[in-house]
């Protein structure tokens, strides 16, 4: 497949060397000559320094014959007329997105991103994803992460194994044995900055980040085999007011009902624009990391706190100080990668990357087959796939031991709305949606696995 990225920043980055590590054909276009050169030199793919949202630099870019076209630039504006021009001119089939302005997004606006006016297939808002990220993660407590899959029949779930988990130390085939009734699935483990995909006999250690796919039915009791017994959040703090903070307090209103929440912003007009649009939240004019104000916002009595500014270091600074006056549990927006390693060790309980979130949010439109979700795991190491199994899938019709392939594993099956634990001799049906955790290097199995044959139309 030949592919167009407008936007070298670390979203098309990232996108193009997923990409390019699939033996696709990536161009990248950026308007910075450094940038551009460097991922040229880094990666296996071609790169053209202009603006996107120019004619002939989409030409240069081979637009001509090009499958599909990701705009991530920095400006919405840029990434619509990409689009546009990449349809009206060069008849790109499929047209991605990333547009960050609220505005456009609004529902009665709706229409607007029709192929006989914007003509965009898939538009991606990373502050709203980030926002319903975050809000998921409260709702479980303790987890580093939480992906829904099949219409939020199944979750994947990320937790810190600690030395009161449990099962720690003991083989995962046990868990069958102590835990029969439990729709669970052990699908990664990272351990010491490896992700591997375990087997039976491998074990839970102290420290490891744990993935599971569970029923969602099931997360109640999942958590407390995981050492996660903490009580759902009935008090949050969130420290920003930009798009993601308001979505956030939005969305948590609407879960919650009864949750008590406040927000602090520093700009008078944006705090006023917040408490007009929110219901129940209290806003509080102020710095978060002034103590005064995490104090009148009753942190030390806070299950959580969540800080989503737009800088790394305030967001940084306000969650420790947050943790320092009594608040329970820290979540903290980072989009700089370099402070990926640094976060847990100053105390910082999750780290929130919004790369991550867009990156899923793009890369379901650009897997082959029946792929119906796609979630990365630590920054593209691995993937958790949802896909839908078709009368002609090399998968249907075989016990999943036969078509066991290292760095891949089945985590559920959801078939005619139930949940089923996947085993050995599990056999694969048509229709069945099959949630599946490959490395990165196993991710092309996948898509062999879901590929629909010509014959089948």
């Known amino acids: 497949m030949k592919v167009i990225i407008a936007g070298a920043g670390q979203v098309g980055f990232n996108i193009a060397r997923y990409l390019a590590a699939g033996a696709n054909d990536v161009t990248i276009i950026d308007q910075r000559p450094d940038l551009v050169q460097k991922i040229g030199d880094s990666l296996d793919i071609q790169a053209v320094v202009g603006f996107a949202s120019h004619p002939s630099t989409l030409e240069r870019a081979g637009a001509e014959d090009a499958d599909m076209l990701i705009a991530v630039t920095h400006v919405d504006e ?8 990449a349809h009206s001119l060069f008849t790109v089939p499929t047209r991605i997105a990333r547009i960050r ?28 994803e980030v926002a319903k990220a975050i809000a998921l993660r ?38 069958t044995y102590l ?22 006999d491998d074990q839970i250690l102290v420290d490891d980040e744990v993935y599971f796919v569970v029923d969602t039915a099931h997360i109640g009791r999942a958590l407390p085999a995981f050492g996660r017994e903490e009580r759902i959040s009935e008090r ?16 948590l209103e609407r879960r919650h009902p009864g949750l008590s929440l406040k927000l602090v912003e ?13 219901k129940r939240t209290v806003v509080l004019l102020g710095d978060a990391r002034d103590s005064e104000i995490l104090e009148e916002a009753g942190i030390a009595t806070a299950e959580s706190i969540v800080t989503v500014t737009n800088d790394d270091e305030v967001n940084i600074m306000t969650a420790l100080l947050a943790k320092q006056h009594g608040c329970g549990r820290a979540m903290a ?8 390693g640094l976060i847990r060790s100053i105390g910082i309980d999750v780290a929130i990357n919004p790369r991550d979130t867009t990156i899923s949010g793009i890369l379901q439109h650009v897997r082959r087959g029946r792929i119906k979700a796609v979630h990365t795991i630590r920054n593209g190491v691995a993937e958790i796939f949802e896909a839908e199994a078709l009368e002609t899938s090399p998968l249907v019709g075989k016990p999943l031991r036969e078509v066991r392939t290292p760095g891949l594993m089945v985590g559920a099956i959801v078939r005619e709305g139930k949940v089923i634990t996947p085993r050995g001799d599990t056999v694969v049906k048509a229709r069945d949606r099959v949630v599946v955790a490959a490395r990165s290097e196993a991710v092309k199995k996948v898509e062999q696995l879901f590929a629909v044959r010509l014959d089948y139309f």
């Open 236 to 251: 949050v703090v969130i420290a920003g007011g930009g798009n993601i903070g308001l979505f956030l307090a939005g969305e």
């Open 101 to 128: 302005q609220q505005d456009y997004l609004e529902g009665r606006w709706q229409d607007l991103f029709r192929r006989d006016h914007i003509p965009i297939d898939v538009v991606i808002s990373p502050e709203v």
């Open 179 to 200: 835990f029969p009734d439990l729709h669970l699935v052990c699908v990664g483990i990272s351990r010491n900055d490896s992700f591997f995909v375990p087997d039976g």
């Open 78 to 85: 840029v990434n619509m007329v990409a689009c546009q021009i």
């Open 266 to 278: 520093t700009n008078p007009q944006r705090a006023a624009f917040i408490a007009d649009r929110l």
């Open 138 to 175: 409260l709702d479980v407590p303790g987890a580093l992460a939480v992906v829904p899959f099949a219409e939020d029949r199944v979750r994947m779930v990320a937790v810190r194994a600690t030395p009161d988990t449990p099962i720690i130390d003991t083989p995962l085939r046990q868990l």
């Open 333 to 340: 927006l980072v989009n700089n990668s370099a402070y990926d």
